[in-house]
């Protein structure tokens, strides 16, 4: 492989699923510790600290829930997806596995955000449930995850339902502009995006710092359990490989 | 390349003459989907005229979507389809081969079937043509992501249950458009972005679908 | 004058959790029959399935004509026939009618060929017959009539992989398919197989999977 | 006799839980075709309202039909199907336990996820009970007589689409019963009259359906 | 002792206009093997299935035990064994859970023998794969396992009708399935069975379908 290499050598050796464990290993306190510290203080600063809003009173205080969650879960299937493909392309087993680890975190995001949606929805709407298209685009990319699910659990090959939930989640990215520009390009319900590098916030900035707290804790606590999945993941597929007996011997 | 072409493409279309029931069934489908609303819901002429264009893609879809279920399901029972796998012609033209024949028996002739149904459901006449032509535009999207879908799912022997719940997260943006475009016909606004937009879809899926079906295919038998 | 055609090399094969082979390695040349024997469920079809292409659950190494099969499966399509164990007709085709399709999709047969290879598997009466309308062994005769339909100028390149090509083949059109196959072999052509009755064909190279 | 009928059940059953999703699919497929509905037609609360108790029967009918193709198919295809009936126990209850099987993995979860769904669409409240225990009622006659038609088309190598074409006109009476039946109840009309319909449609399928679906394998063997 | 167990009488049979065979008629007593021959497409598998009762397009009698089948096949089913060309399997059930539901639905098999036939065949490392995951001879071999699971005591009145039993059955286990026919045969058993294989089995009465 080494011989034909345009990709930075850590690439290769991140594709070693034995590398890859003992790199997570290192890594994995960090970033538990940092999910940890940035949703505490996220969460403190949001329900005591934050001022409320001049229309909606407390109940707008789900946005610190409802917005890092979607916000994740369209992250999540990006991430998905080209991991998808680079296993694909290079056939590297430690991207297939990231992409099968991914799959049930983003489905509980974004069943989250539809449901923080909903909570919030009955105060400002007067309804849980509105048939706007950035709503359902956010259901179509719950059922998105639940057919990857789906499809990976109904294949007895990992390898091959690897393969085959990629070629899915590929197909299915057509869905992640719809959601992320539905409110631009239909004028409905929903509010249009409050995050952007090129714009001023448009809520107060003693609101909105919080909210960047939150979004980046979710964050750091989304790779905290992806790291867990995934080595949990690793264990499992190279049982029979020699580190990973010593290591559970060990243990 | 052409020539692998024709011939899965003469294949199938001899195979679904063969079982001639095969090409009346979607037809006869869509007319009892069609005819179970007004039962199960309503039979009121004006609420049944705004329905008609949910209703009519709707089950458009469903027509389509219940179809796929045996679209590659015989061919790899009986190992023609590693064989058409093993050939040196290019996979991807038999995959279009084989999408392309499934719109040729079941999108097609519920395209041109469209306009009766759109009658007994007292759709306007003024939405009559465009309900044709984002028929004709939609559906064979359907059948090119649909078979997607189908690929993927052959090799478990599951029944099209599965199948669906991939393909219908795919199928919604062809139906929001589809639906609305007639819904506007009704009502007399413009529809031209809304066909646009089925037809850049029908060319993406047309292009890039034939791959993502032959890398399935590829990928169920090999088991 | 014998090209090398085939070669394998440490060959690894594992299906759940269960080690069919290891290092299994050999070559073959052009003109010879392989014969792959072993037990039910020692690997036999395994085996053709990753010299066709048609399984990745392997690691090692499989070259036809010095092309690796993991990057290039062009060259060996080309010149292949596989016969496994489904039977790969279309029920509601016509005999006739299957091997036209096959003919075109894969180039190295000859649709002119399709009326003799009938009549050499004893189905010319059978040629307008829909498939499904036929017994296991007429079934099977269909698909075997493939081998007839390869053009003598084509033997030589030209690989046949036959898994149990005699399963449900009467006595009679055993020892046909045995003498085709002698023909084959004897003007260049190449052949992988495996069987659990005794070939009457003599100069058989042997793999034996049971170790 | 009742060994037979235990026997065909349990490995019903298990076949179903092997494949996990399936016992799944079915529920994801209504919950997808309902929500195909407000986008095809229109999102608005009242309009979907009077739609609801239609488009959960019509739904819950489609899922029921979707499975029905594969119910005797793949026991067709590896003969077992055959030895069952080669069984000197009856064959009989060996068809009853098929149709209950097949209730007991599409019709049942369908039942009892209706509220949900039911809540999204907009159905009143008051009218909730009533959907499900018509549900209840229904679904089991939806398998019952489905069966007899798989068991009908089984040996001859058609998609789904025979199925539904023999089907549905035997499911519109139960439709009709059904979702009559919520929209009374949406109305505060009294319902009892349709629930003792659906009931008597019940007893008649289940005590009288396997003679047929038994009958219609046996037919569907013998080729 | 031997009783009369099968009697055939003037039985004609055509399938799409070919007639397969007329006026046939011939007994068959208890404790006796009757091998069905003919070339591929004479009516083997027809003639056996019209036997076991699950074909009807025929005209003459075919009586068991003096039922006559057009009226009664709850007496043949209680003690008949039928493999055919199908693998007869669940892909999705193990070994284990097939034998146990044919043991069910099949009373005259019985459950407590369903480890020793699958000793018996070799799969006992196998009682709890999925039948998906094994070779073509495994799957048949579970299907074989059933005449494994026939107790001694149910051999007398006992008819099995074998449709190319050895059918990918590799060498050791067709020897394996010899001597288990010849025991159950020597013990009162009756078997028909169509093979294009020869049979070592001596004892056999001979019914050829080619005129
Ligand atoms: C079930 C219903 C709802 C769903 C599925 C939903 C979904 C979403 C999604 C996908 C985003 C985009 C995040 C991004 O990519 O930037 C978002 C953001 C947001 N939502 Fe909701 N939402 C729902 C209900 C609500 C309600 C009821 C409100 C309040 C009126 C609301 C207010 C917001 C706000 C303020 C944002 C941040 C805007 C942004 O950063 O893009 N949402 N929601
Ligand atoms: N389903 C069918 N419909 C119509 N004709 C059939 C059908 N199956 C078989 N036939 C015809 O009946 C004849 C006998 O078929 P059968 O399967 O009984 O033969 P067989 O002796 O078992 O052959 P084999 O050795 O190949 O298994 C064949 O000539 C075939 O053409
Ligand atoms: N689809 C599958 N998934 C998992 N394991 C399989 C699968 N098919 C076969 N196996 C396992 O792989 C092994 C080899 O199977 P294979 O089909 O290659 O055997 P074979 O030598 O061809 O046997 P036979 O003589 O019975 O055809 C078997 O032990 C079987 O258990
Ligand atoms: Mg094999
Ligand atoms: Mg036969």
Redesign the interface.
Known sequence: MANKSILPLWFYKLASPKYCYQYTTKLLPWFAGAAIALLCVGIAWALLFAPQDYQQGNSFRIIYMHVPSAILAQSIYLTMAICGAIGIIWKMKIADMVAYACAPIGASMAFLALITGAIWGKPTWGSWWVWDARLTSMLILLFLYFGIMALYSAMD?K?LAAKATAILSLVGLVNIPVIKYSVDWWNTLHQSATFSLTKKPAMPIEMWLPLLVMVIGFYCWFATALMLRLRNEILIREK?AQWVKKLVTQV | ML??F???LK?DL??SF??RGDLLNPLLFFVMVVTLFPLGVSPAADFLAKLAPGVLWVSALLAALLSLDSLFK??Y????L????????SNYM?AMARALAHWLTTGLPLALLAPLLALMLFLPSEAVPVLVLTLLLGTPTLSFVGAIASALTVGLNKGGVLISLLVIPLYIPVLIFGASAVQNATLGLPVSAHLAILGAMLIMSVVLAPFAIAASLRMS??? | MTALLLEIKDLFCE???RTLFENLSFKLFSGSVLQVK????SG??SLLRIL??????YEGQVKFFGHDLADDR?CL??S?T?I??????????TAR?NLS??A?????LDANLIHSALVAV?LDD?AD??CQ??????K??VNLARLFMLPDANFEHSLWVLD?PF????????AKLEQRILYYVENGGSVVLTT??TLRIKTVELLNLDN
């Open positions: 090959n390898t029979r | 020539r692998a024709w011939a899965e294949r001899l195979l063969r079982r015989s061919d029972e009986d190992g023609t590693e064989q058409s796998l093993l050939s040196s012609e038999m038998v090999s088991s | 299906r759940d959790d072993g037990k039910n469920g036999k079809t066709c292409g048609l399984y990745q659950g062009e399509h080309q292949l596989f496994g164990h489904k039977v790969s007709v279309k029920q509601a085709l009618e399709w096959y075109n999709i894969q180039p190295q004893g059978y017959v829909l309308n036929m017994s296991a062994g007429q099977r005769r149990e399963t449900a083949i009467d006595v009679e059109g055993v659990h009755q």
